[in-house]
């Protein structure tokens, strides 16, 4: 059996899908190490893995990320440029140390990380024989540089041929120098410090150096590279966390929910519903008093901030579990949560996405380039809006079937049986001298 660590930005967009990962490990009886904020301790345990604590310099709240002075109002770019200098680059020194002296503690076979855990950005520089092999995790769009594909945050999707080319080129070199130059700056003064040289690569496509990088979605949902690196497998999502509910447990309504009626399932998440006001308000307002059935969940927000009376056709709970409601849901209202979106699209669900925060607007993006939805193009549609894509999506066949062709790619994907593979591949320190040539030769994809 091996030893693994993973290590993720306190945040839980961040923690929960690692945990999923973690938990898997140590079921296939692997030790299983997890650095991460000590909020999530208590969780860390109860599923059987080994925590370990960041150190207060690198311990930020990411679940509060709307509070830090300057983050409110920021979208797309803007706000991707934002949380990488405040949230996510500044905490990078502290993780990379708490990395070395985890590991000169505690040996171990491989690193997994979620790409935006910035130490192991920078532990990658270093060289491959005297660090583990490090896993990057795809629990947000792939965003490795192409010259295929616009860059990384920008929400805009591939263009085919020599024009395509030649605008994904004027829009790097734009990214690089004027976008995310703060971005690059920031980076490479960090790694000056704490390496001795600035990165090898520009920040956000780090994870391009990566011993391999495990994507959690099909490629079916991915923009084509001619150029991906041998070292991406896509494996399909991640599985949604089995309920525990009994049937004491669900909604008095949940009854409802046979198949009389369609179902329109609206959420802003988990961690993005402070403002319901965003999508899940407009959504009732626009659907309120149709036909469809509307089926709220406020991912732990109190139901009261669904001001009511509310329409005959609306439902409300806090949280409702995946795995009984999505065979239920005939279409899907999301901010474009990255997992949400996943599950939605294991089961075949059109998609209504209006989201321009974080990686939000890249998922958003994905949705209408795929053909299994509509992206309203803002985190604040008008009601009328919302209810005339939902219309829209129940009523062109071609979003449904696109999104059942993807199922498809779904279930035919290996899911974290991939995962294991590529960590059978993934040797120990200093037995591939070049992991790209390595996974290449061998074929895993």
């Given at each position: 059996m091996s030893t693994y660590l993973l290590c993720a930005t306190p945040a839980h967009g961040h923690v929960m899908p690692l945990l999923q990962v973690a938990t898997h490990l140590a079921a296939g009886g692997h030790r299983v190490l997890f650095l991460t904020s000590s909020r999530y301790a208590p969780r860390i345990a109860a599923a059987g893995v080994e925590f370990r604590a960041l150190p207060d310099a690198a311990d930020v709240d990411l679940d509060d990320a709307a509070s830090v002075p300057g983050r409110a109002g920021l979208t797309g770019p803007a706000a991707i440029r934002f949380d990488m200098l405040h949230l996510f680059l500044r905490p990078g020194a502290a993780q990379l140390a708490a990395l070395r002296a985890l590991l000169a503690d505690t040996p171990v076979d491989a690193i997994l990380t979620e790409p935006l855990f910035v130490g192991a950005a920078l532990l990658v520089e270093t060289p491959r024989a005297v660090r583990p092999p490090i896993v990057a995790l795809g629990i947000f769009p792939l965003g490795i540089a192409s010259r295929d594909t616009a860059p990384f945050g920008l929400g805009i999707p591939p263009r085919a041929g020599w024009t395509g080319r030649l605008r994904n080129a004027a829009l790097a070199i734009a990214s690089r120098r004027l976008v995310f130059a703060p971005v690059a700056r920031e980076a490479d003064a960090i790694a000056r410090h704490e390496l001795g040289h600035?990165?090898?690569?520009?920040?956000?496509?780090?994870?391009?150096?990566?011993?391999?990088?495990?994507?959690?979605?099909?490629?079916?949902?991915?923009?084509?590279?001619?150029?991906?690196?041998?070292?991406?497998?896509?494996?399909?999502?991640l599985p949604p966390a089995a309920s525990a509910a009994a049937a004491g447990d669900l909604p008095d309504w949940w009854s409802e929910l046979s198949g009389t009626r369609p179902v329109v399932h609206?959420?802003?998440?988990?961690?993005?519903?402070?403002?319901?006001?965003?999508?899940?308000?407009?959504?009732?307002?626009?659907?309120?008093?149709?036909?469809?059935?509307?089926?709220?969940?406020?991912?732990?927000?109190?139901?009261?901030?669904?001001?009511?009376?509310?329409?005959?056709?609306?439902?409300?709970?806090?949280?409702?579990?995946?795995?009984?409601?999505?065979?239920?849901?005939?279409?899907?209202?999301?901010?474009?949560?990255?997992?949400?979106?996943?599950?939605?699209?294991?089961?075949?669900?059109?998609?209504?996405?209006?989201?321009?925060?974080?990686?939000?607007?890249?998922?958003?993006?994905?949705?209408?380039?795929?053909?299994?939805?509509?992206?309203?193009?803002?985190?604040?549609?008008?009601?009328?809006?919302?209810?005339?894509?939902?219309?829209?999506v129940q009523g062109e066949p071609g979003f449904r079937a696109r999104a059942a062709s993807l199922a498809r790619a779904f279930r035919a994907a290996p899911g974290l049986a991939g995962l294991d593979a590529v960590l059978d591949q993934v040797g120990p320190a200093g037995t591939e001298a070049d992991p790209i040539e390595s996974f290449a030769r061998r074929g895993v994809r």
């Open positions: 600035p990165l090898g690569r520009f920040f956000l496509d780090w994870h391009s150096a990566a011993d391999a990088v495990v994507q959690f979605t099909v490629s079916e949902f991915e923009y084509p590279r001619s150029d991906l690196p041998p070292h991406v497998t896509f494996v399909g999502a609206v959420t802003q998440g988990t961690v993005a519903n402070s403002d319901l006001g965003q999508l899940v308000l407009p959504t009732i307002a626009g659907l309120g008093g149709s036909a469809p059935l509307v089926v709220v969940s406020t991912g732990g927000a109190p139901v009261a901030r669904v001001p009511g009376p509310l329409p005959e056709n609306v439902r409300v709970a806090p949280y409702l579990p995946y795995d009984l409601l999505l065979p239920r849901v005939d279409v899907m209202v999301t901010n474009g949560g990255y997992g949400g979106v996943q599950q939605a699209l294991r089961h075949g669900i059109p998609l209504v996405v209006a989201g321009r925060t974080e990686d939000k607007v890249e998922v958003s993006a994905r949705v209408a380039w795929s053909g299994v939805g509509i992206d309203l193009r803002t985190n604040t549609p008008a009601p009328d809006a919302v209810a005339a894509a939902v219309r829209r």
